[in-house]
Structures are given as structure tokens and as C-alpha cells.
């Protein structure tokens, strides 16, 4: 059902945040939406936002990148108000599992259209998130890749920042501990995946969806950085579980411990620390996307 009612939050900080948004609100207030439209915050605090019109609204519409769109889980969580997303950030992976449209006037359209649909949320150490979590040389990316690099060259940054990071990578050690099994592994970066996309184009697993009722869970075991180099198509197609060299499997919670405390990325942003315990949230949020 198309909302009445919206507040309506825009990074400005985005990738594409700063761009005209005008034709946006117009469409949506053309298509009968009033729209709540507070200025000034940061992305910290939309969640409180959220928190804060739960009875004024009955949507909530955020425009940035993935960053963005997990500062609003804890909101969504806490309200149970729709998402109504306008991609303006640099990989916009959500958006991408979730088939919405790269325009994000036409993205716009589409929350008129009123389509929703549930889907799942992963958490680690209590902190949602929509795409994926990751330990090692994803967190190194997120620690190195400035907002900055992001804005000035986007997806193209993250290949930049990743051929830097990723020459000073090494292997870690660590232990997986999920479906009864303790699990001891040597690795360079262990990802669990909600969704099918991360990092700008990357996939978890090429059957994920964000409302199956699993995690995806890879560790990619290798010897020496240079053999991701290798590994790049798999990884891109979702594929990678097929190589001796990767631990896959899929479960709904595990934790994984470190002999030194790690970073753990979350959406691109850094949230916490091992050791890290990752849990299924079921059909947790609701979101409008294509009509199945």
C-alpha cells in the first residue's frame, strides 16, 4: 500500500546525497506521500529519527548507500515501519539484491507503487545488518577507503583501495564455531552474508536471497594474498564455495573467535570487535521492492 505519510532522510554525506533531489520529493508528493523531512543530522542518528516519528508516519524513506540504510535498522527494528530506499550511495548493494531500479527517481515510482516485501536481517554482537559482515581484509578495506575516495571515485575506488589493502594482507587465525562443530582455520577474511551482494558488486552465494532464512558464510583460505587475484570471478559470480581453497557453508548463527582482537565491517562500517557472534533476524523489516 503506498504511504501516506513518510519521513523522509537523505545522507547528504552519500556519494550522490548532495544531488538534486527535488524531482524526488515532488513525484512524492504529487503521488499523495507528506513527507517529514528533518535537515542538519548525521547518520548516527537516524535510527533515533525513526524512533522519533514511529507514530507521526507510516514509512520510512531513506536515500544514501548502504552505510546509510544500516544506520536505520535499529529503527526499523524498533518501529516495524516500512523502507522505502533511493540508492544514492557508491555500491548501493541492497538496492542491487534487491532488483530496485538504479535511478533513484524510478526508485521513487516504485515505493508509490506500494509492493513490499520482508525480508531477513543478519546481526553481529547485536548490531544489524542488511548485506554483510566481514573480518579481515574487508574491514582493512573499510578502515582505508575514505568517504572521500568513495565520492571522487566510486565503485572504482573500492578496486583502488582493495589493490592497496589488499598487498598488506596476511592470513589470521581463528575459530569458527557453528551447528555443534568448533572449527580452527588460517585465513585472510571470513564474510557472512544476509544478502547476495556486497562491496560494490561482489556476491555472497549465487543462490542467496535476503529472505531464505540463512547465512552464507565463506572463508577464503589462502596461502598468500596474490591468490585472490585468482579467485576474483568466483567471487563475483558467487561461486568461490566450489574452490578447495574457500570454506563455505550456510547456518542461522555462529561465533567466531580470534587469538588478537579484530574489526568487524558490517554494511561498510565498522561496528565491533572479535569475538564475534552472528545471529539470523527473521523477516525483520519490511521494504518496498518490484512486485513478485
Given at each position: 500500500m503506498t504511504p501516506k505519510r513518510a519521513l523522509f532522510l537523505v545522507n547528504r554525506k552519500a556519494r550522490n546525497g548532495g544531488s538534486d533531489i527535488q524531482a524526488i520529493i515532488d513525484l512524492l508528493k504529487e503521488g499523495g506521500v507528506e513527507l517529514a523531512m528533518p535537515e542538519g543530522f548525521q547518520p548516527g542518528e537516524i535510527a533515533d529519527l525513526i524512533r522519533d516519528h514511529r507514530d507521526k508516519v507510516d514509512a520510512v524513506i531513506v536515500g544514501g548507500g548502504d552505510g546509510s540504510l544500516n544506520a536505520s535498522a535499529r529503527g526499523l527494528l524498533a518501529t516495524g515501519l516500512p523502507l522505502g530506499i533511493l540508492p544514492l550511495g557508491t555500491a548501493n548493494d541492497l538496492a542491487r539484491t534487491l532488483e530496485l531500479p538504479k535511478d533513484p527517481l524510478a526508485a521513487a515510482k516504485l515505493i508509490l507503487e506500494g509492493h513490499t516485501r520482508q525480508i531477513d536481517l543478519g546481526s553481529v554482537n547485536d548490531h544489524p545488518f542488511?548485506?554483510?559482515a566481514s573480518i579481515g581484509f574487508s574491514a582493512h578495506l573499510a578502515r582505508g577507503l575514505t568517504s572521500e575516495a568513495k565520492k571522487r571515485w566510486g565503485v572504482f575506488g573500492y578496486a583502488l583501495g582493495a589493490m592497496r589493502i589488499l598487498s598488506q594482507s596476511r592470513p589470521f587465525t581463528a575459530t569458527i564455531e557453528h551447528d555443534g562443530k568448533i572449527e580452527p582455520i588460517r585465513t585472510i577474511q571470513v564474510s557472512v552474508g544476509n544478502g547476495r551482494y556486497y562491496g560494490g558488486g561482489m556476491t555472497v552465494e549465487a543462490n542467496a536471497k535476503p529472505d531464505?532464512?540463512?547465512?552464507?558464510?565463506?572463508?577464503l583460505e589462502l596461502g598468500h594474498w596474490s591468490e585472490i587475484l585468482q579467485l576474483l570471478p568466483r567471487l563475483r559470480a558467487g561461486t568461490h564455495g566450489e574452490d578447495k581453497r574457500v570454506r563455505a557453508f550456510d547456518t542461522?548463527?555462529?561465533?567466531?573467535?580470534?587469538?588478537?582482537?579484530?574489526?568487524?565491517?558490517?554494511?561498510?562500517?565498522?561496528v565491533t570487535t572479535t569475538p564475534a557472534r552472528f545471529t539470523l533476524l527473521r523477516r525483520a523489516v519490511t521494504v518496498f521492492a518490484p512486485a513478485t
Open positions: 542488511f548485506n554483510v531464505d532464512g540463512r547465512l552464507d558464510v565463506y572463508s542461522t548463527e555462529l561465533t567466531i573467535q580470534t587469538r588478537r582482537r579484530h574489526e568487524v565491517n558490517a554494511d561498510g562500517e565498522l
